[in-house]
Nanobody, 124 residues
C-alpha cells in the first residue's frame, strides 16, 4: 500500500515562496510519475504540475508556468514543488499523486495514489 505524505504548506505573503514535499512510503513499483493538484474552497480540483520518473516529461498549468517547478529526489522517494511569486489565487489545498504507469498526465483520474493534502494560504 503506497502512502504519500505532503509537507511544506503554510501561510505566506503575496510574492513569497514555498516548497512542498511529497514523500512516498510502501511503494512496490520502481518507476512512477508524480502529479500535483490543488483545490480551493468551492472549486473543483485542478491540475498544477506533473513530472515523470526521469524528468524527461514535465507539464505545468498555464496559471503556474514560470513560477512553479517540480523536481524529484528518486533515491529519497521524494518529489518537490517549488512555488515562487505566489499570488492570493494560489491559495488552496495542494495534493500530490502517483501514477505507476509513469505518464505524467494532467488529469486526476490517471493517478492511483493520493496524499492527504497540505494547505497553502497566500495573503495579499
Amino acid at each position: 500500500q503506497v502512502q504519500l505524505v505532503e509537507s511544506g504548506g503554510g501561510l505566506v505573503q503575496a510574492g513569497g515562496s514555498l516548497r512542498l514535499s511529497c514523500a512516498a512510503f510502501g511503494r512496490t513499483f520502481s518507476r512512477y510519475a508524480t502529479g500535483w493538484f490543488r483545490q480551493a474552497p468551492g472549486k473543483e480540483r485542478e491540475f498544477v504540475a506533473a513530472v515523470s520518473w526521469s524528468v524527461d516529461s514535465t507539464h505545468y498549468a498555464d496559471s503556474v508556468k514560470g513560477r512553479f517547478t517540480s523536481s524529484r529526489a528518486n533515491a529519497e522517494n521524494t518529489v518537490f514543488l517549488q512555488m515562487n511569486s505566489l499570488k492570493p489565487g494560489d491559495t488552496a489545498v495542494y495534493y500530490c499523486a502517483e501514477d505507476p504507469e509513469d505518464q505524467a498526465a494532467q488529469t486526476a483520474d490517471m493517478y492511483d495514489y493520493w496524499g492527504q493534502g497540505t494547505q497553502v494560504t497566500v495573503s495579499s
